[in-house]
């Protein structure tokens, strides 16, 4: 009879052993600990939860080289664009310029604004009109920035904040007399960065006061 008794002691011991690791799947310290019922907790030594921080982390690093994908696709290096003719765009103060990434619309800032403003002149309807329709044309549903430039005359800051303003009202007009969707519409205000002529006479400054209509092809 005592011989019967003591092995199952032994099972019922066994058993209660394994049912209290099984109510506790996270305090494993090591993924050759884990049973059929604990293995969703390890993969090669990480929590549920360090998988998700990894997860998370790769999606971030992805949608950052994403991003930093259109910001090179946008960068301007004036050696290499060249100038286009456009059968759509017959105003002489539209410039159009390329190269094989992005087509580039300028206006000069006289057309625009008046000198300090930020509010575009009923006379620049006409060069915005053909530009949007010229995109819409050639480049509907692409990217689009609007690049706003100040001479290096006066406050740095100041010209900054003004290239700014002056870049966020073409958008608007581009996404609503130009109805482009908004979602395809950016700006990047760059203040007295690239200039095109020098900002040591009067003439020079004026050319570098523009705003600049940027598509990806």
Same mark, same amino acid.
């Given at each position: 009879?005592?011989?019967?008794?003591?092995?199952?002691?032994?099972?019922?011991?066994?058993?209660?052993?394994?049912?209290?690791?099984?109510?506790?799947?996270?305090?494993?310290?090591?993924?050759?600990?884990?049973?059929?019922?604990?293995?969703?907790?390890?993969?090669?030594?990480?929590?549920?939860?360090?998988?998700?921080?990894?997860?998370?982390?790769?999606?971030?690093?992805?949608?950052?080289?994403?991003?930093?994908?259109?910001?090179?696709?946008?960068?301007?290096?004036?050696?290499?664009?060249?100038?286009?003719?456009?059968?759509?765009?017959?105003?002489?103060?539209?410039?159009?310029?390329?190269?094989?990434?992005?087509?580039?619309?300028?206006?000069?800032?006289?057309?625009?604004?008046?000198?300090?403003?930020?509010?575009?002149?009923?006379?620049?309807?006409?060069?915005?009109?053909?530009?949007?329709?010229?995109?819409?044309?050639?480049?509907?549903?692409?990217?689009?920035?609007?690049?706003?430039?100040?001479?290096?005359?006066?406050?740095?800051?100041?010209?900054?904040?003004?290239?700014?303003?002056?870049? /966020?009202? $073409?958008?608007?007009?581009? @996404?609503?007399? #130009?109805?482009?969707?908004?979602?395809? !519409?950016? *700006?990047?205000?760059?203040?007295?960065? /690239?200039? $095109?002529?020098?900002?040591? @006479?009067?003439? #020079?400054?004026?050319?570098?006061?523009? !705003?600049? *209509?940027?598509?990806?092809?």
């Amino acid at each position: 009879m005592k011989k019967i008794f003591l092995p199952a002691l032994a099972a019922v011991a066994l058993l209660a052993s394994s049912c209290s690791d099984l109510k506790n799947p996270s305090e494993k310290d090591q993924p050759s600990e884990a049973t059929a019922d604990t293995a969703v907790v390890y993969r090669d030594g990480q929590t549920v939860e360090g998988l998700a921080k990894e997860g998370a982390a790769a999606a971030g690093n992805a949608a950052d080289k994403a991003g930093n994908a259109v910001e090179d696709a946008f960068t301007v290096n004036d050696a290499d664009m060249r100038d286009a003719k456009l059968e759509e765009i017959d105003l002489a103060e539209v410039k159009v310029r390329e190269n094989d990434r992005l087509n580039l619309y300028g206006i000069d800032e006289n057309i625009l604004f008046d000198t300090d403003k930020a509010v575009i002149k009923p006379s620049a309807t006409r060069a915005l009109s053909q530009i949007s329709s010229s995109i819409g044309r050639r480049y509907q549903g692409k990217q689009v920035r609007v690049l706003g430039f100040a001479d290096s005359h006066g406050d740095k800051d100041y010209n900054l904040q003004l290239s700014k303003e002056r870049a /966020a009202a $073409v958008m608007k007009w581009l @996404t609503t007399d #130009g109805m482009m969707k908004a979602a395809n !519409v950016s *700006i990047e205000p760059m203040g007295e960065k /690239a200039p $095109v002529a020098t900002n040591a @006479t009067a003439a #020079g400054r004026q050319q570098n006061r523009r !705003v600049e *209509i940027a598509v990806l092809k």
